[in-house]
């Protein structure tokens, strides 16, 4: 095998070999000028190569820990979901727009969580506690009768974005099932094309799914609820 790479080498720097013809006149090079070809070739292959795979980021690169927890706080746009579960993107596809808002809790590294999901026309509020250890951060809430308990961890991503990664506990009629999930949300509800293809790419180092749930990000529930019904006039 070592022969089969070095043959071409070989090959080029026997002197016997080392006559090239041209149809006007005879170029005779030496060994040496060959070798010395030969490697300033793979010189510029080396840094082309070289370029091009800083330009590809590994995963490594792109699952990093959001180390400024301070950039999640205020209100965002969920913008787009993964999943290694079928069923839990065909959850989340019941609501039409959802947005959050985590606010921190004084004198501490937890915060709440204010939600609101637009789910058949109608407006469905809620809310959550956290509690962080290290990098993880566990979010348990109560919904439809059912506990839900989320251990992620916050990752770096876009500006103006936050990235969410979770395993996702749920209990219903005494069994558990686990999940993992990626959810970015947005400041704007916009996203450029290229962090699209990043948000993407983190997906895959995530072993998830390749379906995404985009979720629309315009006709948003407003941070208050309104109410249902007019008021009754006393007078």
Request: glycine share 4%; with cysteine; net charge negative.
């Amino acid at each position: 095998m070592l022969h089969n790479i070095l043959s071409p080498i070989l090959y080029l720097a026997s002197p016997e070999r080392a006559h090239l013809s041209h149809p006007h006149r005879n170029i005779h090079l030496t060994s040496i000028q060959l070798l010395t070809m030969f490697a300033q070739f793979c010189f510029a292959f080396l840094a082309i190569s070289s370029l091009a795979a800083a330009s590809d980021q590994g995963c490594d690169e792109l699952i990093k820990p959001l180390e400024d927890r301070s950039k999640v706080y205020g209100k965002w746009i969920t913008y787009a979901i993964a999943s290694d579960s079928e069923e839990n993107l065909k959850a989340y596809a019941i609501s039409t727009s959802s947005w959050a808002k985590m606010s921190p809790i004084p004198d501490s590294d937890e915060f709440t969580i204010h939600y609101v999901d637009r789910i058949e026309g109608k407006c469905v509020h809620g809310t959550a506690n956290s509690s962080t250890s290290g990098n993880t951060t566990t979010v348990v809430f109560h919904f439809n009768s059912t506990d839900y308990e989320c251990v992620g961890r916050y990752l770096k991503t876009c500006a103006e974005c936050v990235l969410w990664s979770d395993e996702q506990m749920k209990e219903f009629d005494g069994k558990v099932k686990k999940t993992n999930n990626l959810v970015l949300f947005t400041k704007t509800g916009k996203l450029d094309e290229s962090d699209k293809e990043i948000f993407k790419k983190q997906a895959k180092c995530l072993n998830l799914l390749p379906d995404f749930y985009f979720s629309e990000t315009t006709d948003l529930c407003p941070e208050q609820s309104e109410p249902t019904t007019a008021p009754t006039d006393t007078n």
